[in-house]
């Protein structure tokens, strides 16, 4: 996920708009409620909760790739320079704006608007590191990641070498593994921080994209989704292992190694196959995915009471698809406006 730019590729708008409804699936946790009570297990959130957790890391690796030309140029650092400038000004925005909106209504008519406000104020300046790295909102993490990795990327590729930057992701990755999911197991260890955020997953997802970019590598589209296949089993297997041996939940983990294998092969695939979805409604609505992103959490504070009112099992599928639809609606009301376009284009 990255800002607005020409010369757009139809397919990657069409995995991008799939992305981003996997982020909201994950978000407003459909299937909650057990459908199988006699199986004692929430079945169908299991199976839909990890599959959809190649949507961050497929963003950060279009990122990745749409710098590929950007880090080649002479006037790279100034380019690098307005890139950050920008994301900053997304990520203190939309923490501005989840900090002033109410979140949750049994809050705000216990509390009071200004109140709860005050008391959410305190809350994130009581752990600035937190804010930092992940803004006023858990899902804003997304930026600050993509900000560092960035930077850390043009600060690896200097002169056109990939190497350091391959050396950096990987050191990185396998920090971010050991120190998270695997931090139970007999190689893992524990540090007091969430390594989803940072540098560690996003730098690692960046330099893939960048490759594929400079290295110009093509496959076919059957090629790329058999990547996408055997990263999707390996992360089922991941995810078995680690609760059978070392009883870590299911739903525990935010990226694993098969994680950003799927995203892979899928960047590939869209590559393979840059038609795909050409002048449907998924292409069209690709350009509304940082937007999209950004305010979602708006719909789904505002709808996520309402799952606890409805007994409907229906519901827990219509949840998510009227936060993708609301989110996409403020979007595109948000980007006519000039001085509210920065917000989500």
């Given at each position: 996920m990255t800002p607005a730019r020409p010369g757009r590729i139809a397919s990657i708008d069409f995995c991008r708009v799939i992305a981003v409804f996997a982020v909201i699936m994950i978000h407003t946790k459909p299937f909650m409620r057990d459908l199988f009570p006699s199986a004692g297990w929430r079945l169908p959130e299991y199976i839909f909760n990890q599959p959809a957790r190649f949507a961050v890391p497929f963003f950060f690796m279009v990122a990745g790739y749409f710098l590929g030309k950007t880090l080649a140029a002479k006037d790279r650092w100034a380019k690098v320079a307005r890139y950050e400038r920008r994301l900053l000004v997304l990520l203190v925005a939309w923490s501005i704006l989840y900090t002033l909106i109410p979140s949750f209504w049994p809050h705000l008519q216990q509390m009071g608007y200004q109140q709860l406000t005050f008391a959410k104020i305190q809350q994130l300046l009581a752990a600035p590191l937190h804010l930092i790295f992940q803004g006023a909102k858990v899902h804003l993490w997304f930026l600050p990641a993509l900000m560092l990795g960035v930077l850390l990327l043009a600060l690896c590729v200097q002169g056109g070498r990939t190497l350091p930057a391959v050396v950096v992701a990987v050191l990185l990755f396998v920090f971010g593994l050991l120190g998270g999911s695997y931090s139970v197991t007999p190689i893992g260890f524990h540090?007091?921080?969430?390594?989803?955020?940072?540098?560690?997953?996003?730098?690692?997802?960046?330099?893939?994209?960048?490759?594929?970019?400079?290295?110009?590598?093509?496959?076919?589209?059957?090629?790329?989704?058999?990547?996408?296949?055997?990263?999707?089993?390996?992360?089922?297997?991941?995810?078995?292992?680690?609760?059978?041996?070392?009883?870590?939940?299911?739903?525990?983990?935010?990226?694993?190694?098969?994680?950003?294998?799927?995203?892979?092969?899928?960047?590939?695939?869209?590559?393979?196959?840059?038609?795909?979805?050409?002048?449907?409604?998924?292409?069209?609505?690709?350009?509304?995915?940082?937007?999209?992103?950004?305010?979602?959490?708006?719909?789904?504070?505002?709808?996520?009471?309402?799952?606890?009112?409805?007994?409907?099992?229906?519901?827990?599928?219509?949840?998510p698809l009227l936060v993708y639809l609301l989110s996409v609606a403020l979007t595109g009301v948000l980007a006519r406006q000039p001085w509210l376009k920065a917000l989500v284009a």
């Open positions: 540090v007091p921080f969430s390594t989803r955020d940072g540098p560690f997953v996003s730098m690692i997802c960046l330099t893939i994209g960048y490759l594929f970019q400079t290295k110009k590598t093509v496959c076919s589209p059957v090629q790329a989704l058999l990547v996408s296949a055997a990263g999707l089993l390996l992360q089922v297997l991941e995810t078995w292992m680690l609760w059978k041996y070392f009883e870590v939940p299911w739903l525990a983990h935010d990226f694993l190694i098969g994680t950003v294998l799927t995203a892979a092969g899928l960047l590939l695939f869209a590559l393979a196959a840059p038609n795909l979805g050409r002048r449907s409604k998924l292409e069209s609505l690709g350009k509304y995915t940082l937007g999209v992103y950004a305010c979602h959490y708006l719909f789904v504070d505002a709808l996520g009471p309402l799952t606890y009112l409805f007994e409907l099992h229906i519901w827990q599928l219509l949840f």
